[in-house]
């Protein structure tokens, strides 16, 4: 079954202890974090370096980014290709992946991908514990008529913004098998990066995410379990969202 409730960050997480000769943290660098393939491109780039002193080898797939019933879900796909699958780096070395678009989303559509790299481990020798590595990295694809630079342009213009090219948020708190759920919709066609998350009710300020809390894509929910009393939508959603230099309130039920 394609569906998964693993959700995957993008700081590398420890997925597989294996016996090995040494305790070794990853000394991997992959960047850009934040690719992109444009409606007027055919493919993008992704770089891994290898800050260790051996080899690494590692895996490089795509899977179709899904999230359904405010959970996180993913698919075997075949629109994004990426060249080489398996890639051997060099200590001090650096290797170029291509990610390449192979079926181009719909006219004015995003479409959402993770792109997961993994360490591949050494046979097993000797005695010691050795972490296998898994990086996650988000790709979004356009297609013709969306840009998402577009209105990350314009708002830095003060201009307004094409409304295609922003995502439309809506939140509300909800009750489910005893918790509270900061459950946020985006019925944009553009993705919601959410970062620096409080909700704000009355003189009461809770903190729910410094830095990064997640994502919610285009057309979709996505829910998060916050330590809340109350399970009252009163009040705003304070947030960054995408390219955002200052946190903006968001009214529950606004978009």
């Known amino acids: ?16 202890l294996v016996i090995s000769g040494n305790v070794q943290a990853s000394k991997v660098l992959i960047w850009p974090i934040d690719p992109i393939i444009a409606n007027d491109q055919s493919a993008t780039t992704l770089w891994i370096e ?9 895996q490089v797939r795509a899977l179709g980014w899904l999230q359904e019933g405010g959970n996180e879900g993913y698919r075997q796909q075949q629109e994004v290709i990426v060249s080489p699958p398996i890639v051997q780096v060099e200590a001090g070395k650096k290797q170029l992946v291509r ?67 922003q995502p ?6 909800v009750k489910a098998q005893g918790k509270t759920l900061l459950q946020v919709t985006n019925q944009g ?22 830095g990064l809390l997640g994502y919610v894509l285009a057309n979709s ?22 390219s955002d230099k200052e946190a903006k309130p968001y009214l529950s039920g606004s978009q």
Do not use: C
Request: glycine share 6%; hydrophobic share 40%.
């Open 168 to 173: 439309h948020l809506s939140w509300q708190l």
């Open 221 to 242: 929910t996505r829910s998060w379990p916050v330590e809340i009393a109350s399970s009252s939508s009163a009040g705003s959603l304070v947030m960054r969202v995408n």
């Open 1 to 16: 079954m394609w569906y998964q409730k693993t959700v995957f960050r993008l700081m590398a997480s420890w997925l597989l």
């Open 189 to 210: 066609n553009i993705h919601a990066r959410l970062s620096d998350v409080r909700l704000q009710q009355g003189h009461k300020v809770v903190n729910i995410a410094d």
């Open 99 to 165: 990610l390449i678009k192979n079926t181009p989303p719909a006219a004015r559509r995003e479409a959402a991908y993770r792109i997961l790299v993994d360490e591949i481990p050494k046979p097993a020798s000797g005695s010691g514990i050795h972490f296998q590595m898994r990086y996650s990295i988000p790709l979004f694809v356009y297609g013709d008529g969306l840009s998402y630079n577009a209105g990350t342009q314009a708002k830095e213009k003060n201009q307004k913004a094409d409304a295609l090219s």
């Open 50 to 58: 290898n800050h260790g002193t051996e080899p690494v080898l590692m």
